[in-house]
T-cell receptor
């Protein structure tokens, strides 16, 4: 079974600064996907970024980027130029690739609560 | 607009009652999921369905039941056998298709908060 670990329950960053959220995972799979989801106070889950394990290049989405270290099973999220609207719970998640194209389970970490301050 | 609709947003239940949470999607997604969220525990998978008339247990299926009679709908029933049902419930859906762009990305509904009185 896959496990996802987020060791930082809470973090704080000042507006315009950069912050990195940590995530490690454990799996015996070789093909899989990794995700960061954001859950603001509204509790709506929003996809931030997605990484395919077979791609060596780290994914980026505007101010959000990841540092994917497959051998170390590490998948950290970097938020640059933090904004007040980035305040939220951030969840790291893992999904194994399905060769049949069918759905697979998405396994979540326990989350990191990020507070962006003035 | 395409999306996922969960209802009701808030639900109160007396002990011993079964309740059903609704989840409807118009994204034409094959797969649908139910997650439970408790403070400090992240999201845990209750059930998921890959296609109509098929579903699999997740990590915490005991005390819950689902059906998938239509592609668009995946209702969750919280039965009286669920010992601690007070939680926030999230429904999600995804396209399938392996490595296609957008496949395997879950889209979530706004959630339903269930409180047992």
């Amino acid at each position: 079974a896959q496990t996802v670990t987020q060791s930082q329950p809470e973090m704080s960053v000042q507006e315009a600064e950069t912050v990195t959220l940590s995530c490690t995972y454990d799996t015996s799979e070789n093909n899989y996907y990794l995700f960061w989801y954001k859950q603001p106070p509204s509790r709506q889950m929003i996809l931030v970024i997605r990484q395919e394990a077979y791609k060596q290049q780290n994914a980026t989405e505007n101010r959000f980027s990841v540092n994917f270290q497959k051998a170390a099973k590490s998948f950290s999220l970097k938020i640059s130029d933090s904004q007040l609207g980035d305040t939220a719970m951030y969840f790291c998640a893992f999904m194994k690739h399905s060769n049949t194209g069918t759905a697979s389970k998405l396994t979540f970490g326990t989350g990191t609560r990020l507070q962006v301050t003035l | 607009d395409g999306g996922i609709t969960q209802s009701p947003k808030y639900l109160f239940r007396k002990e011993g009652q079964n309740v059903t949470l609704s989840c409807e999607q118009n994204l034409n997604h094959d797969a649908m999921y139910w997650y439970r969220q408790d403070p400090g525990q992240g999201l845990r998978l209750i059930y998921y369905s890959q296609i109509v008339n098929d579903f699999q247990k997740g990590d915490i299926a005991e005390g819950y039941s689902v059906s998938r009679e239509k592609k668009e709908s995946f209702p969750l029933t919280v039965t009286s056998a669920q010992k601690n049902p007070t939680a926030f419930y999230l429904c999600a859906s995804s396209a399938t298709g392996g490595k296609l762009s957008g496949a395997n990305v879950l889209t979530f509904g706004a959630g339903s908060r269930l409180t047992v009185l």
